[in-house]
């Protein structure tokens, strides 16, 4: 934990200028700050949804919340990129895999990231078991997906 | 109001959605067609290709400037407002101008529904397209380009937009254990008939081989599953079906169009490829149609990616989920190196977004119409009555419209 969450908006946008960040995503970027995978949940109803948005479409109740997720889930979506947009540390050469993962929680709630450097290349397919870890990017946390403990 | 007999005999879902009426049906013709063609070289600015495309348009249906009371200008990027198109043109008074999102049937149904409700008499569509400076070494290099922006985010792990494409991809190959065959054959069918376009950017063949050494982008899809990017415009001239019957050309009717998605449409978040806005697009076209599948001559199923082209198939019921490859493999000529359905429908006749370039449906529609009045040259089906045209993709935009020439 670094307590890097109390940060201003203009650093915390700043710190995730590529990342999309709008008002209704912010709290789950503060989150990645303090390490922890934080996804919107409805307080009334309890569905999750993501992307975030400020009301939930289960129940129409404003009542949204940031909750943090286990992390466990499957690779549901695979892709190896062979070129993209620049970012450190990221080699396309080699092939940068993008697994979207369906997360325990909830049926169809998938978060999409990388993987970690150290996953087993025979391990990276669809409906392999998955759970969160951070790495760093650029000195800012990122959630990535290592192989699952069995 | 009646849906229940006409669900019940075309097996359709009850649930949910919608409406089986179409008062529009047959009331509505395109009549001009206009193109500068396109190129991955450029040198044109948005401008000059949309009034290009829309001068050619408004003569090839007969008509002038002084005609033109409606202007849809395709929001593309970098494109010009339909307001400085209607003072490029010389227009003198509109009463419908419009910027619909991307996709070519935003427009067209604009353009439509403005013509059948009476907001304007004859309507101009107008799509320029232009490579965004990411989209090549040489379009990075023309200062010209430099300003223009990307929907999609910087960052590698992003899984919306044209990087879903490939994601879903590998979901389709997963669950149905398919091979690239299939998206091999969209992918030569386009090329083979680009070969016959002279407005295509690209026209030299494409073989299984080349196909499957090439370089890879965003695995499992390589170069040749993914559009072309290119510069030109394309442009259509709409008005009433009886209007039209005073006009050059035979009119092209449109016979029933929607646009369709579900709600929950996030790329990465999509419940799965068994129900998208593919799926919403043909129940309602099989609503308000009384031509599908068995009665059509030749069908333009969308291809800004080759995996979009076969749930295309798939959803418009030429054959079960998962069963492309099958079909695809079925339903090739080896001599010809293209797909022709049950020996007759051909397929994407102008070569589609892989080879004639990257219009976003445009392209799909404006060869359809050839094709129906007659004038598609060297390419011309000639039994060609009544067209399936479904662009767009996944989740946001996908699209459908059965046009018809009159009985």
Redesign the interface.
Known sequence: MNGNSEETDDALIARFA???ITRDNADHFRGRLDRRLLMARCADCGRWQ??PRPMC?ACWSWNMAMDEVSGRGTI??????????P?PG?DYGA??P?V?VELVEQ????F???VSDDFPADDLA??TAVEVEWAERDGTPMPVFRKAAS | MGRTGRHADAGLPEGGIVTNRNPMKDQVAIVGLGSTGFSREGGASSLAMALAAATEAITDAGLTAADIDGIVATNEPGATGPEKIAAGLGIAEATHHTKPTPVAMFSLLDAARAVFTGAADHVLVVTPVVMGPWNSRRAAADPWRRGARSGILPVPEDATMAAAYAAWASRYIHEYGATKDPFARVAINSRTNAAANPLAAVDTPLSFGAYEAARMIREPLNIYDMDLPVDGADAFVLTSAERARSLPHTPVLIHAATSGIVGKNDEDQLDGLHRTGQHVVVDQLRRTSDIWIDDIDLFYPYEGFTIITLTWFENCGFCAPGEAERFLREHWNDDAQRIEIHGRIPVNTHGGSLSEGATRGTGHLREAVHQLRGTAGPRQVDYARAALVTPGGFFFNPQGAVLRTAP
Do not use: K
């Open positions: 590529g990342n999309g993501h992307p479409p549901h979506l695979l892709m190896v990129l062979h070129q993209g947009p970012a990221v092939g940068h993008v979207t049926p169809a709630l998938r999409t990231s990388t669809i409906g």
